[in-house]
């Protein structure tokens, strides 16, 4: 079975550096992606890591871990319009499971 | 820009009638996928197609079908709409190779009264 867990809100102010965990308990693992969505929006591509360590992108930073099933998105220097779910999703002989989902709140 | 559509928004549907949902992309990709967002339980897939006219059941494809006459369209049917079938529906595809991130269409909010 596939079992995905993420915090289900997080509040953060702006300027500031926000972790969003994600520990997933798979069949199989072929990579983790995450995604952000913003409110009546589609999911849009954040990153994907497959391999163990830090991926850096801009302000946004993902790290993997496989040996503990655990990831996690890293938001420097946040903005307002980062306010958004972020979706972590574990990819398993060509599909993608979905957690729950963790809606972030950035305030001034 | 990779672009996925889909036919509607927003569709208002009666108990029983049946249903299609339409999912157009237009950046040439194998996979297609069709999910269901509901609030507390995320995304879940529905049905995915590899290729044409191949499909694959998904985690809950019960009450649902799908068709892929053309690699680029990927249509969800719902043959007797329910009130538990209410939810927004997302398509998405994916390129076949080794690119896997999915881009996904603006989603369709389907009530069913």
């Known amino acids: 079975g596939q079992n995905i867990d993420q915090p289900t809100e997080m509040t953060a102010t702006e300027g500031a550096i926000v972790q969003i965990n994600c520990t997933y308990q798979?069949?199989?693992?072929?990579?983790l992606f995450w995604y952000q969505q913003h409110a009546g929006e589609a999911p849009t591509f954040l990153s994907y890591n497959v391999l163990d360590g830090l991926e850096e992108k801009g302000r946004f930073s993902s790290f993997l871990s496989r040996s503990k099933g655990y990831s996690y998105l890293l938001l420097k220097e946040l903005q307002m319009k980062d306010s958004a779910s972020y979706l972590c999703a574990v990819l398993n002989a060509g599909k993608s499971t979905f957690g729950d989902g963790t809606t972030l709140t950035v305030k001034p | 820009d990779v672009k996925v559509t889909q036919s509607s928004r927003y569709l208002v549907k009666r108990t029983g009638e049946k249903v299609f949902l339409e999912c157009v992309q237009d950046?040439?990709?194998?996979?297609m996928f069709w999910y269901r967002q509901d609030p507390g339980l995320g995304l879940r897939l529905i049905y995915f197609s590899y290729d044409v006219k191949m499909k694959e059941k998904g985690d809950i494809p019960e009450g649902y079908s799908v068709s892929r006459e053309k690699k680029e369209r990927f249509s969800l049917i719902l043959e007797s709409a329910s009130t538990n079938q209410t939810s927004m529906y997302l398509c998405?595809?994916?390129?076949?190779?080794?690119?896997?991130?999915?881009?996904f269409g603006p989603g369709t909010r389907l009530t069913v009264t």
């Open positions: 998405a595809s994916r390129n076949g190779g080794g690119a896997y991130e999915q881009y």
């Open positions: 950046m040439d990709h194998e996979n």
């Open positions: 798979t069949s199989g693992f072929n990579g």
